[in-house]
């Protein structure tokens, strides 16, 4: 079965320090993993994904994620906060049903709260 | 603009009355799904479609019914709400998923229900 813990509920950290948000991940079929990020009041948006390649991907305003095939982890990181990056992020991996079909399987969130 | 909307974007009602949460998007994708959010639990998918007339069942299917009369929408039906049924309710759409494909889902707003 697939499934994607997301260890840390709460992330408070100051402006301008880095940090990182971490996702695991269990898979049986090619991994295809994602980070969203969800602003207050806001639909999802898609981050960064890894489809396949190089095991650092970038994403948007700054963030980058690592693919960890050993220790299946997909964590996310920015070297320097901001304000704004406040919001709730979402660890997402393909899944595959037992008809055949795809389907999309979310960690239960991180709340990243960035300190002035 | 490429969007996927939602409406009514708050709802509150009371149980046991049929309600109906719309859901459209502009971009002639193909993949269309809902989704609820509840605290601690991240998102979990209610009911998906792969295309006209074609929808499945999620991991919470429950208490909802859907249909994909049109390309475009993808209404969520609750035909006897409860208040379990409470909750944070996201509509998504993707291009066709092929293997190496587009990968990305787009979120609507959400739409919050309150059912008393």
């Known amino acids: 079965a697939q499934s994607v813990t997301q260890l840390d509920s709460q992330v408070p950290v100051f402006e301008e320090a880095p940090v990182e948000l971490r996702c695991n991940y269990s898979?049986?079929?090619?991994?295809?993993l994602f980070w969203y990020v969800q602003y207050p009041n806001q639909g999802l948006q898609l981050l960064l994904k890894y489809l396949s390649g190089s095991t650092l991907v970038k994403g948007i305003n700054g963030f980058e994620a690592e693919f960890n095939k050993s220790q299946t982890s997909f964590h996310l990181r920015k070297p320097s906060v901001h304000i704004s990056d406040t919001a709730e992020y979402f660890c997402?991996?393909?899944?595959?049903?037992?008809?055949?079909?795809?389907?999309?399987?979310f960690g239960t969130g991180t709340r990243l709260k960035v300190l002035a | 603009e490429a969007q996927v909307t939602q409406n009514p974007r708050y709802l509150i009602t009371v149980t046991g009355k049929k309600l109906t949460v719309t859901c459209s998007q502009n971009?002639?994708?193909?993949?269309m799904s809902w989704y609820r959010q509840d605290p601690g639990l991240g998102l979990r998918q209610i009911y998906y479609s792969m295309n006209v007339e074609v929808t499945d069942k999620g991991d919470v299917p429950e208490g909802y019914k859907v249909s994909r009369k049109e390309k475009r929408n993808f209404p969520l039906i609750l035909e006897s709400p409860s208040p379990n049924q409470t909750s944070l309710y996201f509509c998504a759409s993707s291009p066709k998923v092929v293997q190496g494909g587009q990968e990305t889902q787009y979120f609507g707003p959400g739409t919050r229900l309150l059912v008393l």
């Open positions: 997402a991996v393909r899944g595959l049903r037992t008809s055949g079909t795809y389907k999309y399987i």
């Open positions: 971009m002639n994708h193909e993949y």
């Open positions: 898979s049986s079929v090619s991994v295809y």
